[in-house]
């Protein structure tokens, strides 16, 4: 890993954007950015990140975007690159999709699919806050087990997310990638390989955005509740190579349980979680067990 | 090497989207414009469209905003789709003229479910009117391929710079075989150069934006103001009108260099000059309206045809014009406002509103949903048009009268048709 220092200094996001304070998907979109630097071209769908683009000609940004509809992260996506292969310049540009949870997991999920199928040539990042945060905190399938949302608004929400992971994954992806808004050097560096992947289909990344009205915990604490995610091993930061997992060096610790953070770490200091009883709990545990079972499962396949 | 083939209408779209040498294609498969993505893809595959993208995509949906996409870096595209599909795409369809994104997009017009039906009316093609775009009707499958490339034309004018719809009838020209003259690919490109956009993202490395969030008033800043919403809207009503006369001049243009025409541009006509009766229709209405103007004529009427080819911009001072020097105008729509009336028919209505000579308008719908339009059709609902025009107790009735129902073979009533609904 590089030295923090060496990162280069340019920003592509400029300080004051009209995101919250302690936005955790601001600082994802910052560290993504330097790594897929000036010859980028994101579009983004209807999401906080359309409100980090600015308002009325006032733009943060120092890269050409293009915001589309919410459904539309992929599809735009696959218009921009299809446009510059026609072009020639396919090489000279990398397309980056810059899109939300629900509009990744749920109204955006066939144009994605599709996408992904056909090879389409660009970057596709699901920034997931769990929730429809933008139109105000509304359940999205990604949402986890438990979790208030405005349309989960007393009994909390009563399924575990979709395993959005496993369904990219079977499209066969020549990347894919998780990471966490807390770890930015981990992100730069998935980013920028995802980015030297050109020409080689869509490829996912998929980044835990904290979220301080969202989730319900003081704007200090953001880059905190992202890294706890990992600490608990809530989140596990892997990347996937033509469909050869590794741990990311800054998880990899906690496939070892014993390493690992109670999971209460993570749910109490949030409202989101407030109501939570022990059986909830146990939903949780179990959940984390059964993510790393799986990716155990898959090492020892890929050792062997 | 110009070449004449005899093909359908779909087919004319296809060679019509080759001879434009079209960027980017983003097409989905529906009844009837289905062989419009099959012959674009035939082409992409044997390589007679080496320069274009074929993306072919899962929706509708996704095929209008691959064009959205394609089109803000700058590609010319086209996609094609009829009814339902068309109907999936709605959104993207107003992204793309809001964007003001020089599209065309071919409509094989077909009816709306449900319930299902695959045959042709005009319902999806003119529940298409507020998106922005620019909207033509097409009678020949020759006027299919010339339209279209009249459209990017029109569409990529700086003065213009909207998308635009060819609208055909499905079947009756998707389907039916005709000739038609594809021109030489140089010629095209002498009418119709290489796109020169106003947006182009991959160009532009610090264009901050396309499509960002727009308040309601303007931004005042340092650096320049910049417009509201509503001024962006304002534009976009005023490339309408200014792009009446670019289509005239584009038709103008078409004709002297490729020898073919259609009307001037905007409507079409037929044996209007000593006419005192004027049938006012689209599409495959007013192909079958012509013969109708024949039968009446040889009974003694002195009966006209304008074929509207301009949907929008609506052509309201043209249509004035023409209109205005008659007595009586009868319209039939293949299309329903559904709970009002036709759409030309009211349209027609409230632009001759302030006119002093304005006639006396009867609407009538028919054909939906594939229905057959027989030419006495047409002459009857003429002559009952001529019977009751002065009857004041007829003109003040709101009713809308759909012509050729056969309720009575059915032997059903519409209550009884109502009390089964429920
Ligand atoms: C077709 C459509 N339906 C609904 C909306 C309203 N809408 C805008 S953003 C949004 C939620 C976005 O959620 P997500 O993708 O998770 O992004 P976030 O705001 O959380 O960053 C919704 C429901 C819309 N813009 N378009
Ligand atoms: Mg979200």
Same mark, same amino acid.
Request: charged letters at 25%; hydrophobic letters at 40%.
């Given at each position: 890993?590089?030295?923090?220092?060496?990162?280069?200094?340019?920003?592509?996001?400029?300080?004051?954007?009209?995101?919250? *304070?302690?936005?955790?998907?601001?600082?994802?979109?910052?560290?993504?950015?330097? *790594?897929?630097?000036?010859?980028?071209?994101?579009?983004?769908?209807? /999401?906080?990140?359309?409100?980090?683009?600015?308002?009325?000609?006032?733009?943060?940004?120092?890269?050409?975007?293009?915001?589309?509809?919410?459904?539309?992260?992929?599809?735009?996506?696959?218009?921009?690159?299809?446009?510059?292969?026609?072009?020639?310049?396919?090489?000279?540009?990398?397309?980056?999709?810059?899109?939300?949870?629900?509009?990744?997991?749920?109204?955006?999920?066939?144009?994605?699919?599709?996408?992904?199928?056909?090879?389409?040539?660009?970057?596709?990042?699901?920034?997931?806050?769990?929730?429809?945060?933008?139109?105000?905190?509304?359940?999205?399938?990604?949402?986890?087990?438990?979790?208030?949302?405005?349309?989960?608004?007393?009994?909390?929400?009563?399924?575990?997310?979709?395993?959005?992971?496993?369904?990219?994954? *079977?499209?066969?992806?020549?990347?894919?990638?998780?990471?966490?808004?807390?770890?930015?050097?981990?992100?730069?560096?998935?980013?920028?390989?995802?980015?030297?992947?050109?020409?080689?289909?869509?490829?996912?990344?998929?980044?835990?955005?904290?979220? +301080? +009205?969202?989730?319900?915990?003081?704007?200090?604490?953001?880059?905190?509740?992202?890294?706890?995610?990992?600490?608990?091993?809530?989140?596990?930061?892997?990347?996937?190579?033509?469909?050869?997992?590794?741990? /990311?060096?800054?998880?990899?610790?906690?496939?070892?349980?014993?390493?690992?953070? %109670?999971?209460?770490?993570?749910?109490?200091?949030?409202?989101?979680?407030?109501?939570?009883?022990?059986?909830?709990?146990?939903?949780?545990?179990?959940?984390?067990?059964?993510?790393?079972?799986?990716?155990?499962?898959?090492?020892?396949?890929?050792?062997? | 090497?110009?070449?004449?083939?005899?093909?359908?209408?779909?087919?004319?779209?296809?060679?019509?989207?080759?001879?434009?040498?079209?960027?980017?294609?983003?097409?989905? %498969?529906?009844?009837?414009?289905?062989?419009?993505?099959?012959?674009?893809?035939?082409?992409?595959?044997?390589?007679?469209?080496? &320069?274009?993208?074929?993306?072919?995509?899962?929706?509708?949906? /996704?095929?209008?905003?691959?064009?959205?996409?394609?089109?803000?870096?700058?590609?010319?595209?086209?996609?094609?789709?009829?009814?339902?599909?068309?109907?999936?795409?709605?959104?993207?369809?107003?992204?793309?003229?809001?964007?003001?994104?020089?599209?065309?997009?071919?409509?094989?017009?077909?009816?709306?479910?449900? %319930?299902?039906?695959?045959?042709?009316?005009?319902?999806?093609?003119?529940?298409?009117?507020?998106?922005?775009?620019?909207?033509?009707?097409?009678?020949?499958?020759?006027?299919? =391929?010339?339209?279209?490339?009249?459209?990017?034309?029109?569409?990529?004018?700086?003065?213009?710079?909207?998308?635009?719809?060819?609208?055909?009838?499905?079947?009756?020209?998707?389907?039916?075989?005709?000739?038609?003259?594809?021109?030489?690919?140089?010629?095209?490109? &002498?009418?119709?150069?290489?796109?020169?956009?106003?947006?182009?993202?991959?160009?532009?490395?610090?264009?901050?934006?396309?499509?960002?969030?727009?308040?309601?008033?303007?931004?005042?800043?340092?650096?320049?103001?910049? +417009?509201? =919403?509503?001024?962006?809207?304002?534009?976009?009503?005023?490339?309408?009108?200014?792009?009446?006369?670019?289509?005239?001049?584009?038709?103008?243009?078409?004709?002297?260099?490729?020898?073919?025409?259609?009307?001037?541009?905007?409507?079409?006509?037929?044996?209007?000059?000593?006419?005192?009766?004027?049938?006012?229709?689209?599409?495959?209405?007013?192909?079958?309206?012509?013969?109708?103007?024949?039968?009446?004529?040889?009974?003694?009427?002195?009966?006209?045809?304008? /074929?509207?080819?301009?949907?929008?911009?609506?052509?309201?001072?043209?249509?004035?014009?023409?209109?205005?020097?008659?007595?009586?105008?009868?319209?039939?729509?293949?299309?329903?406002?559904?709970? =009002?009336?036709?759409?030309?028919?009211?349209?027609?209505?409230?632009?001759?509103? +302030?006119?002093?000579?304005?006639?006396?308008?009867?609407?009538?719908?028919?054909?939906?949903?594939?229905?057959?339009?027989?030419?006495?059709?047409?002459?009857?609902?003429?002559?009952?048009?001529?019977?009751?025009?002065?009857?004041?107790?007829?003109?003040?009735?709101?009713?809308?009268?759909?012509?050729?129902?056969?309720?009575?073979?059915?032997?059903?009533?519409?209550?009884?048709?109502?009390?089964?609904?429920?």
């Amino acid at each position: 890993m590089v030295k923090i220092s060496e990162y280069p200094e340019e920003e592509f996001i400029l300080p004051g954007t009209r995101l919250c *304070a302690g936005c955790g998907l601001q600082l994802a979109y910052r560290w993504a950015l330097k *790594a897929f630097g000036h010859d980028t071209i994101v579009t983004l769908p209807a /999401s906080c990140s359309v409100v980090a683009g600015g308002v009325g000609g006032y733009s943060p940004l120092k890269i050409p975007a293009v915001y589309d509809c919410f459904e539309t992260g992929a599809s735009t996506a696959s218009g921009l690159a299809g446009a510059l292969k026609a072009k020639g310049r396919e090489k000279t540009k990398t397309v980056v999709a810059w899109v939300g949870d629900g509009g990744t997991y749920d109204i955006g999920l066939q144009a994605l699919s599709a996408a992904a199928e056909r090879g389409d040539d660009f970057v596709y990042i699901c920034a997931n806050n769990q929730a429809y945060m933008n139109t105000g905190i509304q359940r999205s399938s990604a949402s986890p087990y438990g979790a208030r949302t405005t349309t989960t608004p007393i009994l909390g929400k009563k399924e575990i997310s979709k395993n959005m992971l496993k369904i990219m994954d *079977a499209h066969g992806l020549s990347y894919m990638a998780t990471a966490s808004a807390a770890y930015p050097q981990d992100l730069f560096e998935k980013c920028q390989k995802a980015k030297e992947m050109q020409g080689q289909g869509v490829r996912y990344i998929e980044i835990l955005c904290s979220c +301080p +009205p969202g989730w319900g915990y003081g704007v200090e604490n953001s880059v905190k509740m992202a890294r706890l995610a990992v600490e608990t091993g809530y989140w596990p930061l892997w990347e996937r190579i033509h469909g050869r997992i590794t741990l /990311s060096k800054a998880g990899s610790k906690f496939i070892d349980p014993e390493k690992r953070k %109670p999971i209460t770490d993570f749910l109490t200091p949030q409202v989101r979680f407030k109501h939570l009883k022990q059986d909830a709990i146990s939903v949780w545990e179990n959940y984390i067990a059964g993510v790393w079972k799986e990716i155990q499962k898959e090492l020892d396949e890929t050792n062997q | 090497m110009p070449e004449k083939l005899v093909i359908t209408g779909n087919f004319a779209a296809a060679y019509a989207c080759k001879s434009a040498n079209v960027d980017v294609v983003a097409a989905y %498969p529906i009844t009837p414009q289905s062989p419009v993505v099959e012959k674009i893809s035939e082409f992409v595959e044997s390589g007679e469209m080496p &320069d274009t993208q074929f993306i072919c995509v899962e929706s509708e949906h /996704s095929a209008m905003a691959a064009c959205v996409g394609a089109a803000e870096a700058g590609a010319r595209v086209f996609t094609a789709s009829s009814a339902n599909g068309l109907a999936l795409m709605f959104e993207l369809l107003c992204w793309c003229a809001g964007a003001r994104l020089p599209a065309v997009v071919c409509i094989a017009s077909r009816a709306l479910g449900a %319930p299902w039906t695959v045959w042709t009316d005009h319902q999806d093609a003119i529940s298409m009117r507020d998106t922005g775009f620019m909207h033509q009707f097409c009678e020949t499958n020759q006027e299919i =391929y010339d339209s279209v490339l009249m459209a990017y034309r029109i569409a990529e004018d700086p003065r213009v710079f909207l998308p635009m719809f060819v609208t055909y009838d499905g079947y009756l020209l998707s389907h039916t075989m005709m000739p038609v003259q594809i021109e030489d690919p140089e010629k095209v490109r &002498d009418f119709l150069p290489p796109l020169k956009t106003h947006v182009d993202v991959g160009e532009l490395g610090e264009t901050r934006s396309v499509s960002a969030v727009i308040p309601p008033d303007i931004t005042v800043r340092p650096e320049g103001n910049t +417009p509201g =919403y509503m001024e962006y809207r304002y534009a976009m009503q005023k490339a309408h009108e200014y792009a009446i006369d670019v289509i005239e001049e584009v038709n103008r243009e078409f004709k002297v260099k490729f020898g073919r025409s259609y009307g001037n541009g905007i409507y079409t006509s037929y044996k209007i000059e000593d006419a005192d009766i004027l049938i006012f229709g689209i599409g495959s209405v007013a192909s079958q309206s012509r013969m109708a103007v024949d039968q009446l004529r040889s009974e003694g009427i002195k009966a006209g045809l304008i /074929s509207l080819k301009l949907f929008r911009p609506f052509p309201v001072k043209h249509l004035r014009e023409i209109f205005t020097r008659v007595p009586l105008v009868v319209v039939f729509d293949r299309d329903v406002a559904y709970g =009002y009336e036709g759409v030309l028919a009211y349209e027609l209505k409230a632009a001759l509103y +302030p006119c002093q000579n304005r006639p006396i308008i009867r609407s009538y719908i028919v054909g939906l949903g594939g229905r057959n339009i027989p030419t006495d059709t047409l002459t009857k609902a003429v002559k009952r048009a001529i019977k009751e025009k002065d009857d004041s107790s007829v003109q003040l009735d709101p009713h809308t009268d759909f012509l050729d129902l056969d309720l009575d073979r059915l032997g059903l009533s519409i209550e009884d048709m109502q009390k089964e609904a429920q």
